[in-house]
């Protein structure tokens, strides 16, 4: 069984009522430090309508664009791994001029 860990990274950009996030990470081996490549990635939010689906790159990236603030449930899989971690999308602030 492979050890996975999970990183991930959250953005929300934009102004006024359209906000749209990023979450994008990277999946690797918590033993060897080596990306996990064609990563089942599962995102699930209240704020979706279903949840969404991606696989890691050849490197174990992945990334989720088009996001609404909200709380997510990052779900990997890689052979028996299930790995899960729990991410807040928050809305950003105006940016002053």
Not at 63 to 77: C, D, E, N
Request: glycine share 12%; hydrophobic share 40%.
């Amino acid at each position: 069984m492979r050890a996975l860990f999970l990183a991930s990274a959250m953005l929300l950009a934009g102004g006024g009522s359209g906000h749209h996030g990023v979450i994008s990470g990277r999946v690797m081996n918590s033993k060897t430090d080596e990306p996990i490549p064609h990563a089942l990635v599962v995102l699930q939010c209240a704020c979706l309508s279903g949840s969404r689906e991606t696989q890691t790159n050849d490197e174990g990236i992945y990334a989720f664009r088009g996001l609404p603030a909200g709380t997510y449930t990052i779900q990997v899989l890689a052979g028996q791994a299930d790995v899960s971690k729990v991410v807040t999308l928050s809305p950003s602030k105006p940016r002053s001029p």
